[in-house]
């Protein structure tokens, strides 16, 4: 486990009381809730090993390859028929790309960040001309003013909750969620979903968790920058500016180069995404032998064990019917 | 008598009407922004990882 691991994972549990506010403030939505088990009700936490898989899904992560590799043109005029499941900030753009429910049937969009941000990933105009059609994957932490816009929107909703500590115990923050969302409609509760720390890395959960797919492709999940990005303009910088009191050449010792060998590629990671990583390598050696996870982002730093790297458009031929 | 300091009144202001969605969204973003404070902005949310737990991606019995 490396030191940013660490660092991050004892920093982020002190966010307990900003998903505990999201959670109270959406009882009343949960407890009448559908579960994301609806999707899929043959399929539970006991029989998962076992499965006899089939169907694809594609996650799609906002990284800048999705942009610089032309992934959505590529999807848009291929003849996938499996499930699309977008990280939130995409969503609208994949709709106005033509990636939407009407040209792929099974179609979701996920959430788990618990900041009132979030919400605004679902206030364009456009999600209301698909009412009923987008598949909304909500965490029971996310703010309440993104299930409002789901409200509005008609976007369907199906709740998890967040893995957050060792649900055994009887006294668990997961465990006692969970009492408080036992109800008519769902009188186990509902599952609890190993998010890895970021909204991709639950979709890729999802994919195979929930809906059974028997292989996931994932696309824009760099989790990284390319190498001569300059390190003052990454997406974390600021925050890690807070941490060393403003201090540049010390919040710039935080960021490493890797080289991807596999894809001859050197990338700029931080903290954040080096711990992301971390957590993504470290799960996908631990899923069961059906589940096959295909890294098509073509860059980044997602590259390990059990991770097969395929180009998106090979990808897009060996699985469309 | 010229306009000085101690005379000069300034103009009445009425106070800016914030509605009551907005004042409802400010109070969240202090409260978010108190709470990034408080966590140091590391990260946004956390891995699952316990002891025993290491292979659980998914529990219907919680």
């Known amino acids: 486990m490396s030191s940013n691991f660490k660092f991050l994972q004892e920093g982020t549990f002190a966010m307990l009381d900003l998903w505990m506010y999201n959670f109270s403030r959406n009882m009343q939505d949960i407890i009448k809730a559908d579960s994301v088990r609806m999707l899929n009700p043959l399929l539970n936490s006991s029989n998962i090993t076992n499965h006899n898989p089939k169907g694809t899904a594609i996650v799609i992560g906002a990284g800048p390859s999705v942009t610089e590799k032309n992934h959505l043109e590529m999807l848009i005029d291929s003849k996938y028929q499996g499930a699309i499941i977008c990280t939130d900030k995409m969503l609208v753009k994949c709709l106005k790309n033509g990636i939407t429910p009407d040209r792929f049937k099974e179609f979701f969009v996920i959430s788990i960040d618990p900041y009132l941000d979030t919400e605004l990933f679902y206030k364009d105009p456009i999600i209301k001309e698909f009412n009923g059609k987008i598949n909304a994957i909500m965490s029971t932490c996310v703010s309440p003013s993104v299930i409002e816009n789901c409200k509005y929107n008609e976007t369907p909703v199906y709740w998890f909750h967040p893995l957050i500590d060792d649900f055994r115990k009887p006294n668990s923050i997961n465990k006692i969620m969970n009492i408080m969302a036992k109800g008519d409609k769902n009188p186990k509760g509902l599952p609890g979903l190993q998010t890895g720390g970021n909204v991709g890395t639950t979709g890729w959960v999802f994919s195979w968790t929930i809906l059974g797919k028997a292989a996931t492709s994932l696309i824009g999940m760099n989790l990284g920058y390319n190498e001569n990005d300059k390190i003052e303009e990454t997406q974390h910088f600021k925050e890690l500016l807070k941490i060393t009191d403003n201090d540049v050449e010390a919040s710039k ?69 | 008598m010229g306009i000085i300091k101690s005379n000069y009144k300034l103009p009445e202001r009425k106070e800016s009407e914030v509605s009551e969605k907005r004042k409802k969204e400010l109070e969240r973003l202090a409260y978010e922004e108190k709470n990034i404070q408080t966590r140091g902005a590391k990260g946004s949310f956390v891995v699952f990882r316990q002891k025993g737990l290491e292979d659980v991606f998914v529990s219907d019995d919680l």
């Not at chain 1, 990338?267 to 995404?273: G, K, N, S, T």
């Not at chain 1, 390598?281 to 073509?298: A, Q």
């Open chain 1, 253 to 321: 010792k935080h960021y490493r180069i890797i080289e991807n060998k596999e894809l001859n590629c050197k990338v700029l990671i931080d903290p954040v995404f080096d711990f992301y990583r971390e957590a993504f390598c470290d799960l996908v050696t631990r899923t069961p032998k059906w589940v096959k996870t295909i890294n098509s982002t073509e860059g980044g730093s997602i590259f390990g064990e059990n991770i097969e790297l395929m180009k998106f458009k090979q990808f897009l031929n060996r699985f469309s019917k």
